[in-house]
Nanobody
Framework: QVQLVESGGGLVQAGGSLRLSCTASGRTFTNYHMGWFRQAPGKEREFVAA????????YYADSVKGRFTISRDNAKNTVYLQMNSLKPEDTAVYYC???????????????????WGQGTQVTVSS
């Protein structure tokens, strides 16, 4: 069974940085897509960034492009989301997600992902 455990959330001032981690277990993730999503109060869960584990290809939502970076560490089975220049509108619960897929097109919608972590809160104060 795939398990995803997020960590690294917290409270930060606008302009600051945080690094989220998602440690994956239960599979070999070579043929997986790994994604980060977020959900703010009263809003739908939205795509943030994703990575194809095998190739390292990445894709970002326009709202975070140039500020956030997704990466993976094969040895640690961990995916990271480095978040810089944080804004109050980045405040949300951030979720890690995984999906076994051979697609060359990176998956970016919630219904394409099979496994989800419990989420970690990120709060950006103004």
């Amino acid at each position: 069974q795939v398990q995803l455990v997020e960590s690294g959330g917290g409270l930060v001032q606008a302009g600051g940085s945080l690094r989220l981690s998602c440690t994956a277990s239960g599979r070999t993730f070579t043929n997986y897509h790994m994604g980060w999503f977020r959900q703010a109060p009263g809003k739908e869960r939205e795509f943030v960034a994703a990575i194809r584990w095998r190739s390292g290809s990445t894709y970002y939502a326009d709202s975070v492009k140039g500020r956030f970076t997704i990466s993976r560490d094969n040895a640690k089975n961990t995916v990271y989301l480095q978040m810089n220049s944080l804004k109050p509108e980045d405040t949300a619960v951030y979720y890690c997600a995984a999906r076994f897929s051979g697609s060359l097109v990176i998956l970016t919608t919630t219904n394409e992902y099979s496994y989800w972590g419990q989420g970690t809160q990120v709060t950006v104060s103004s």
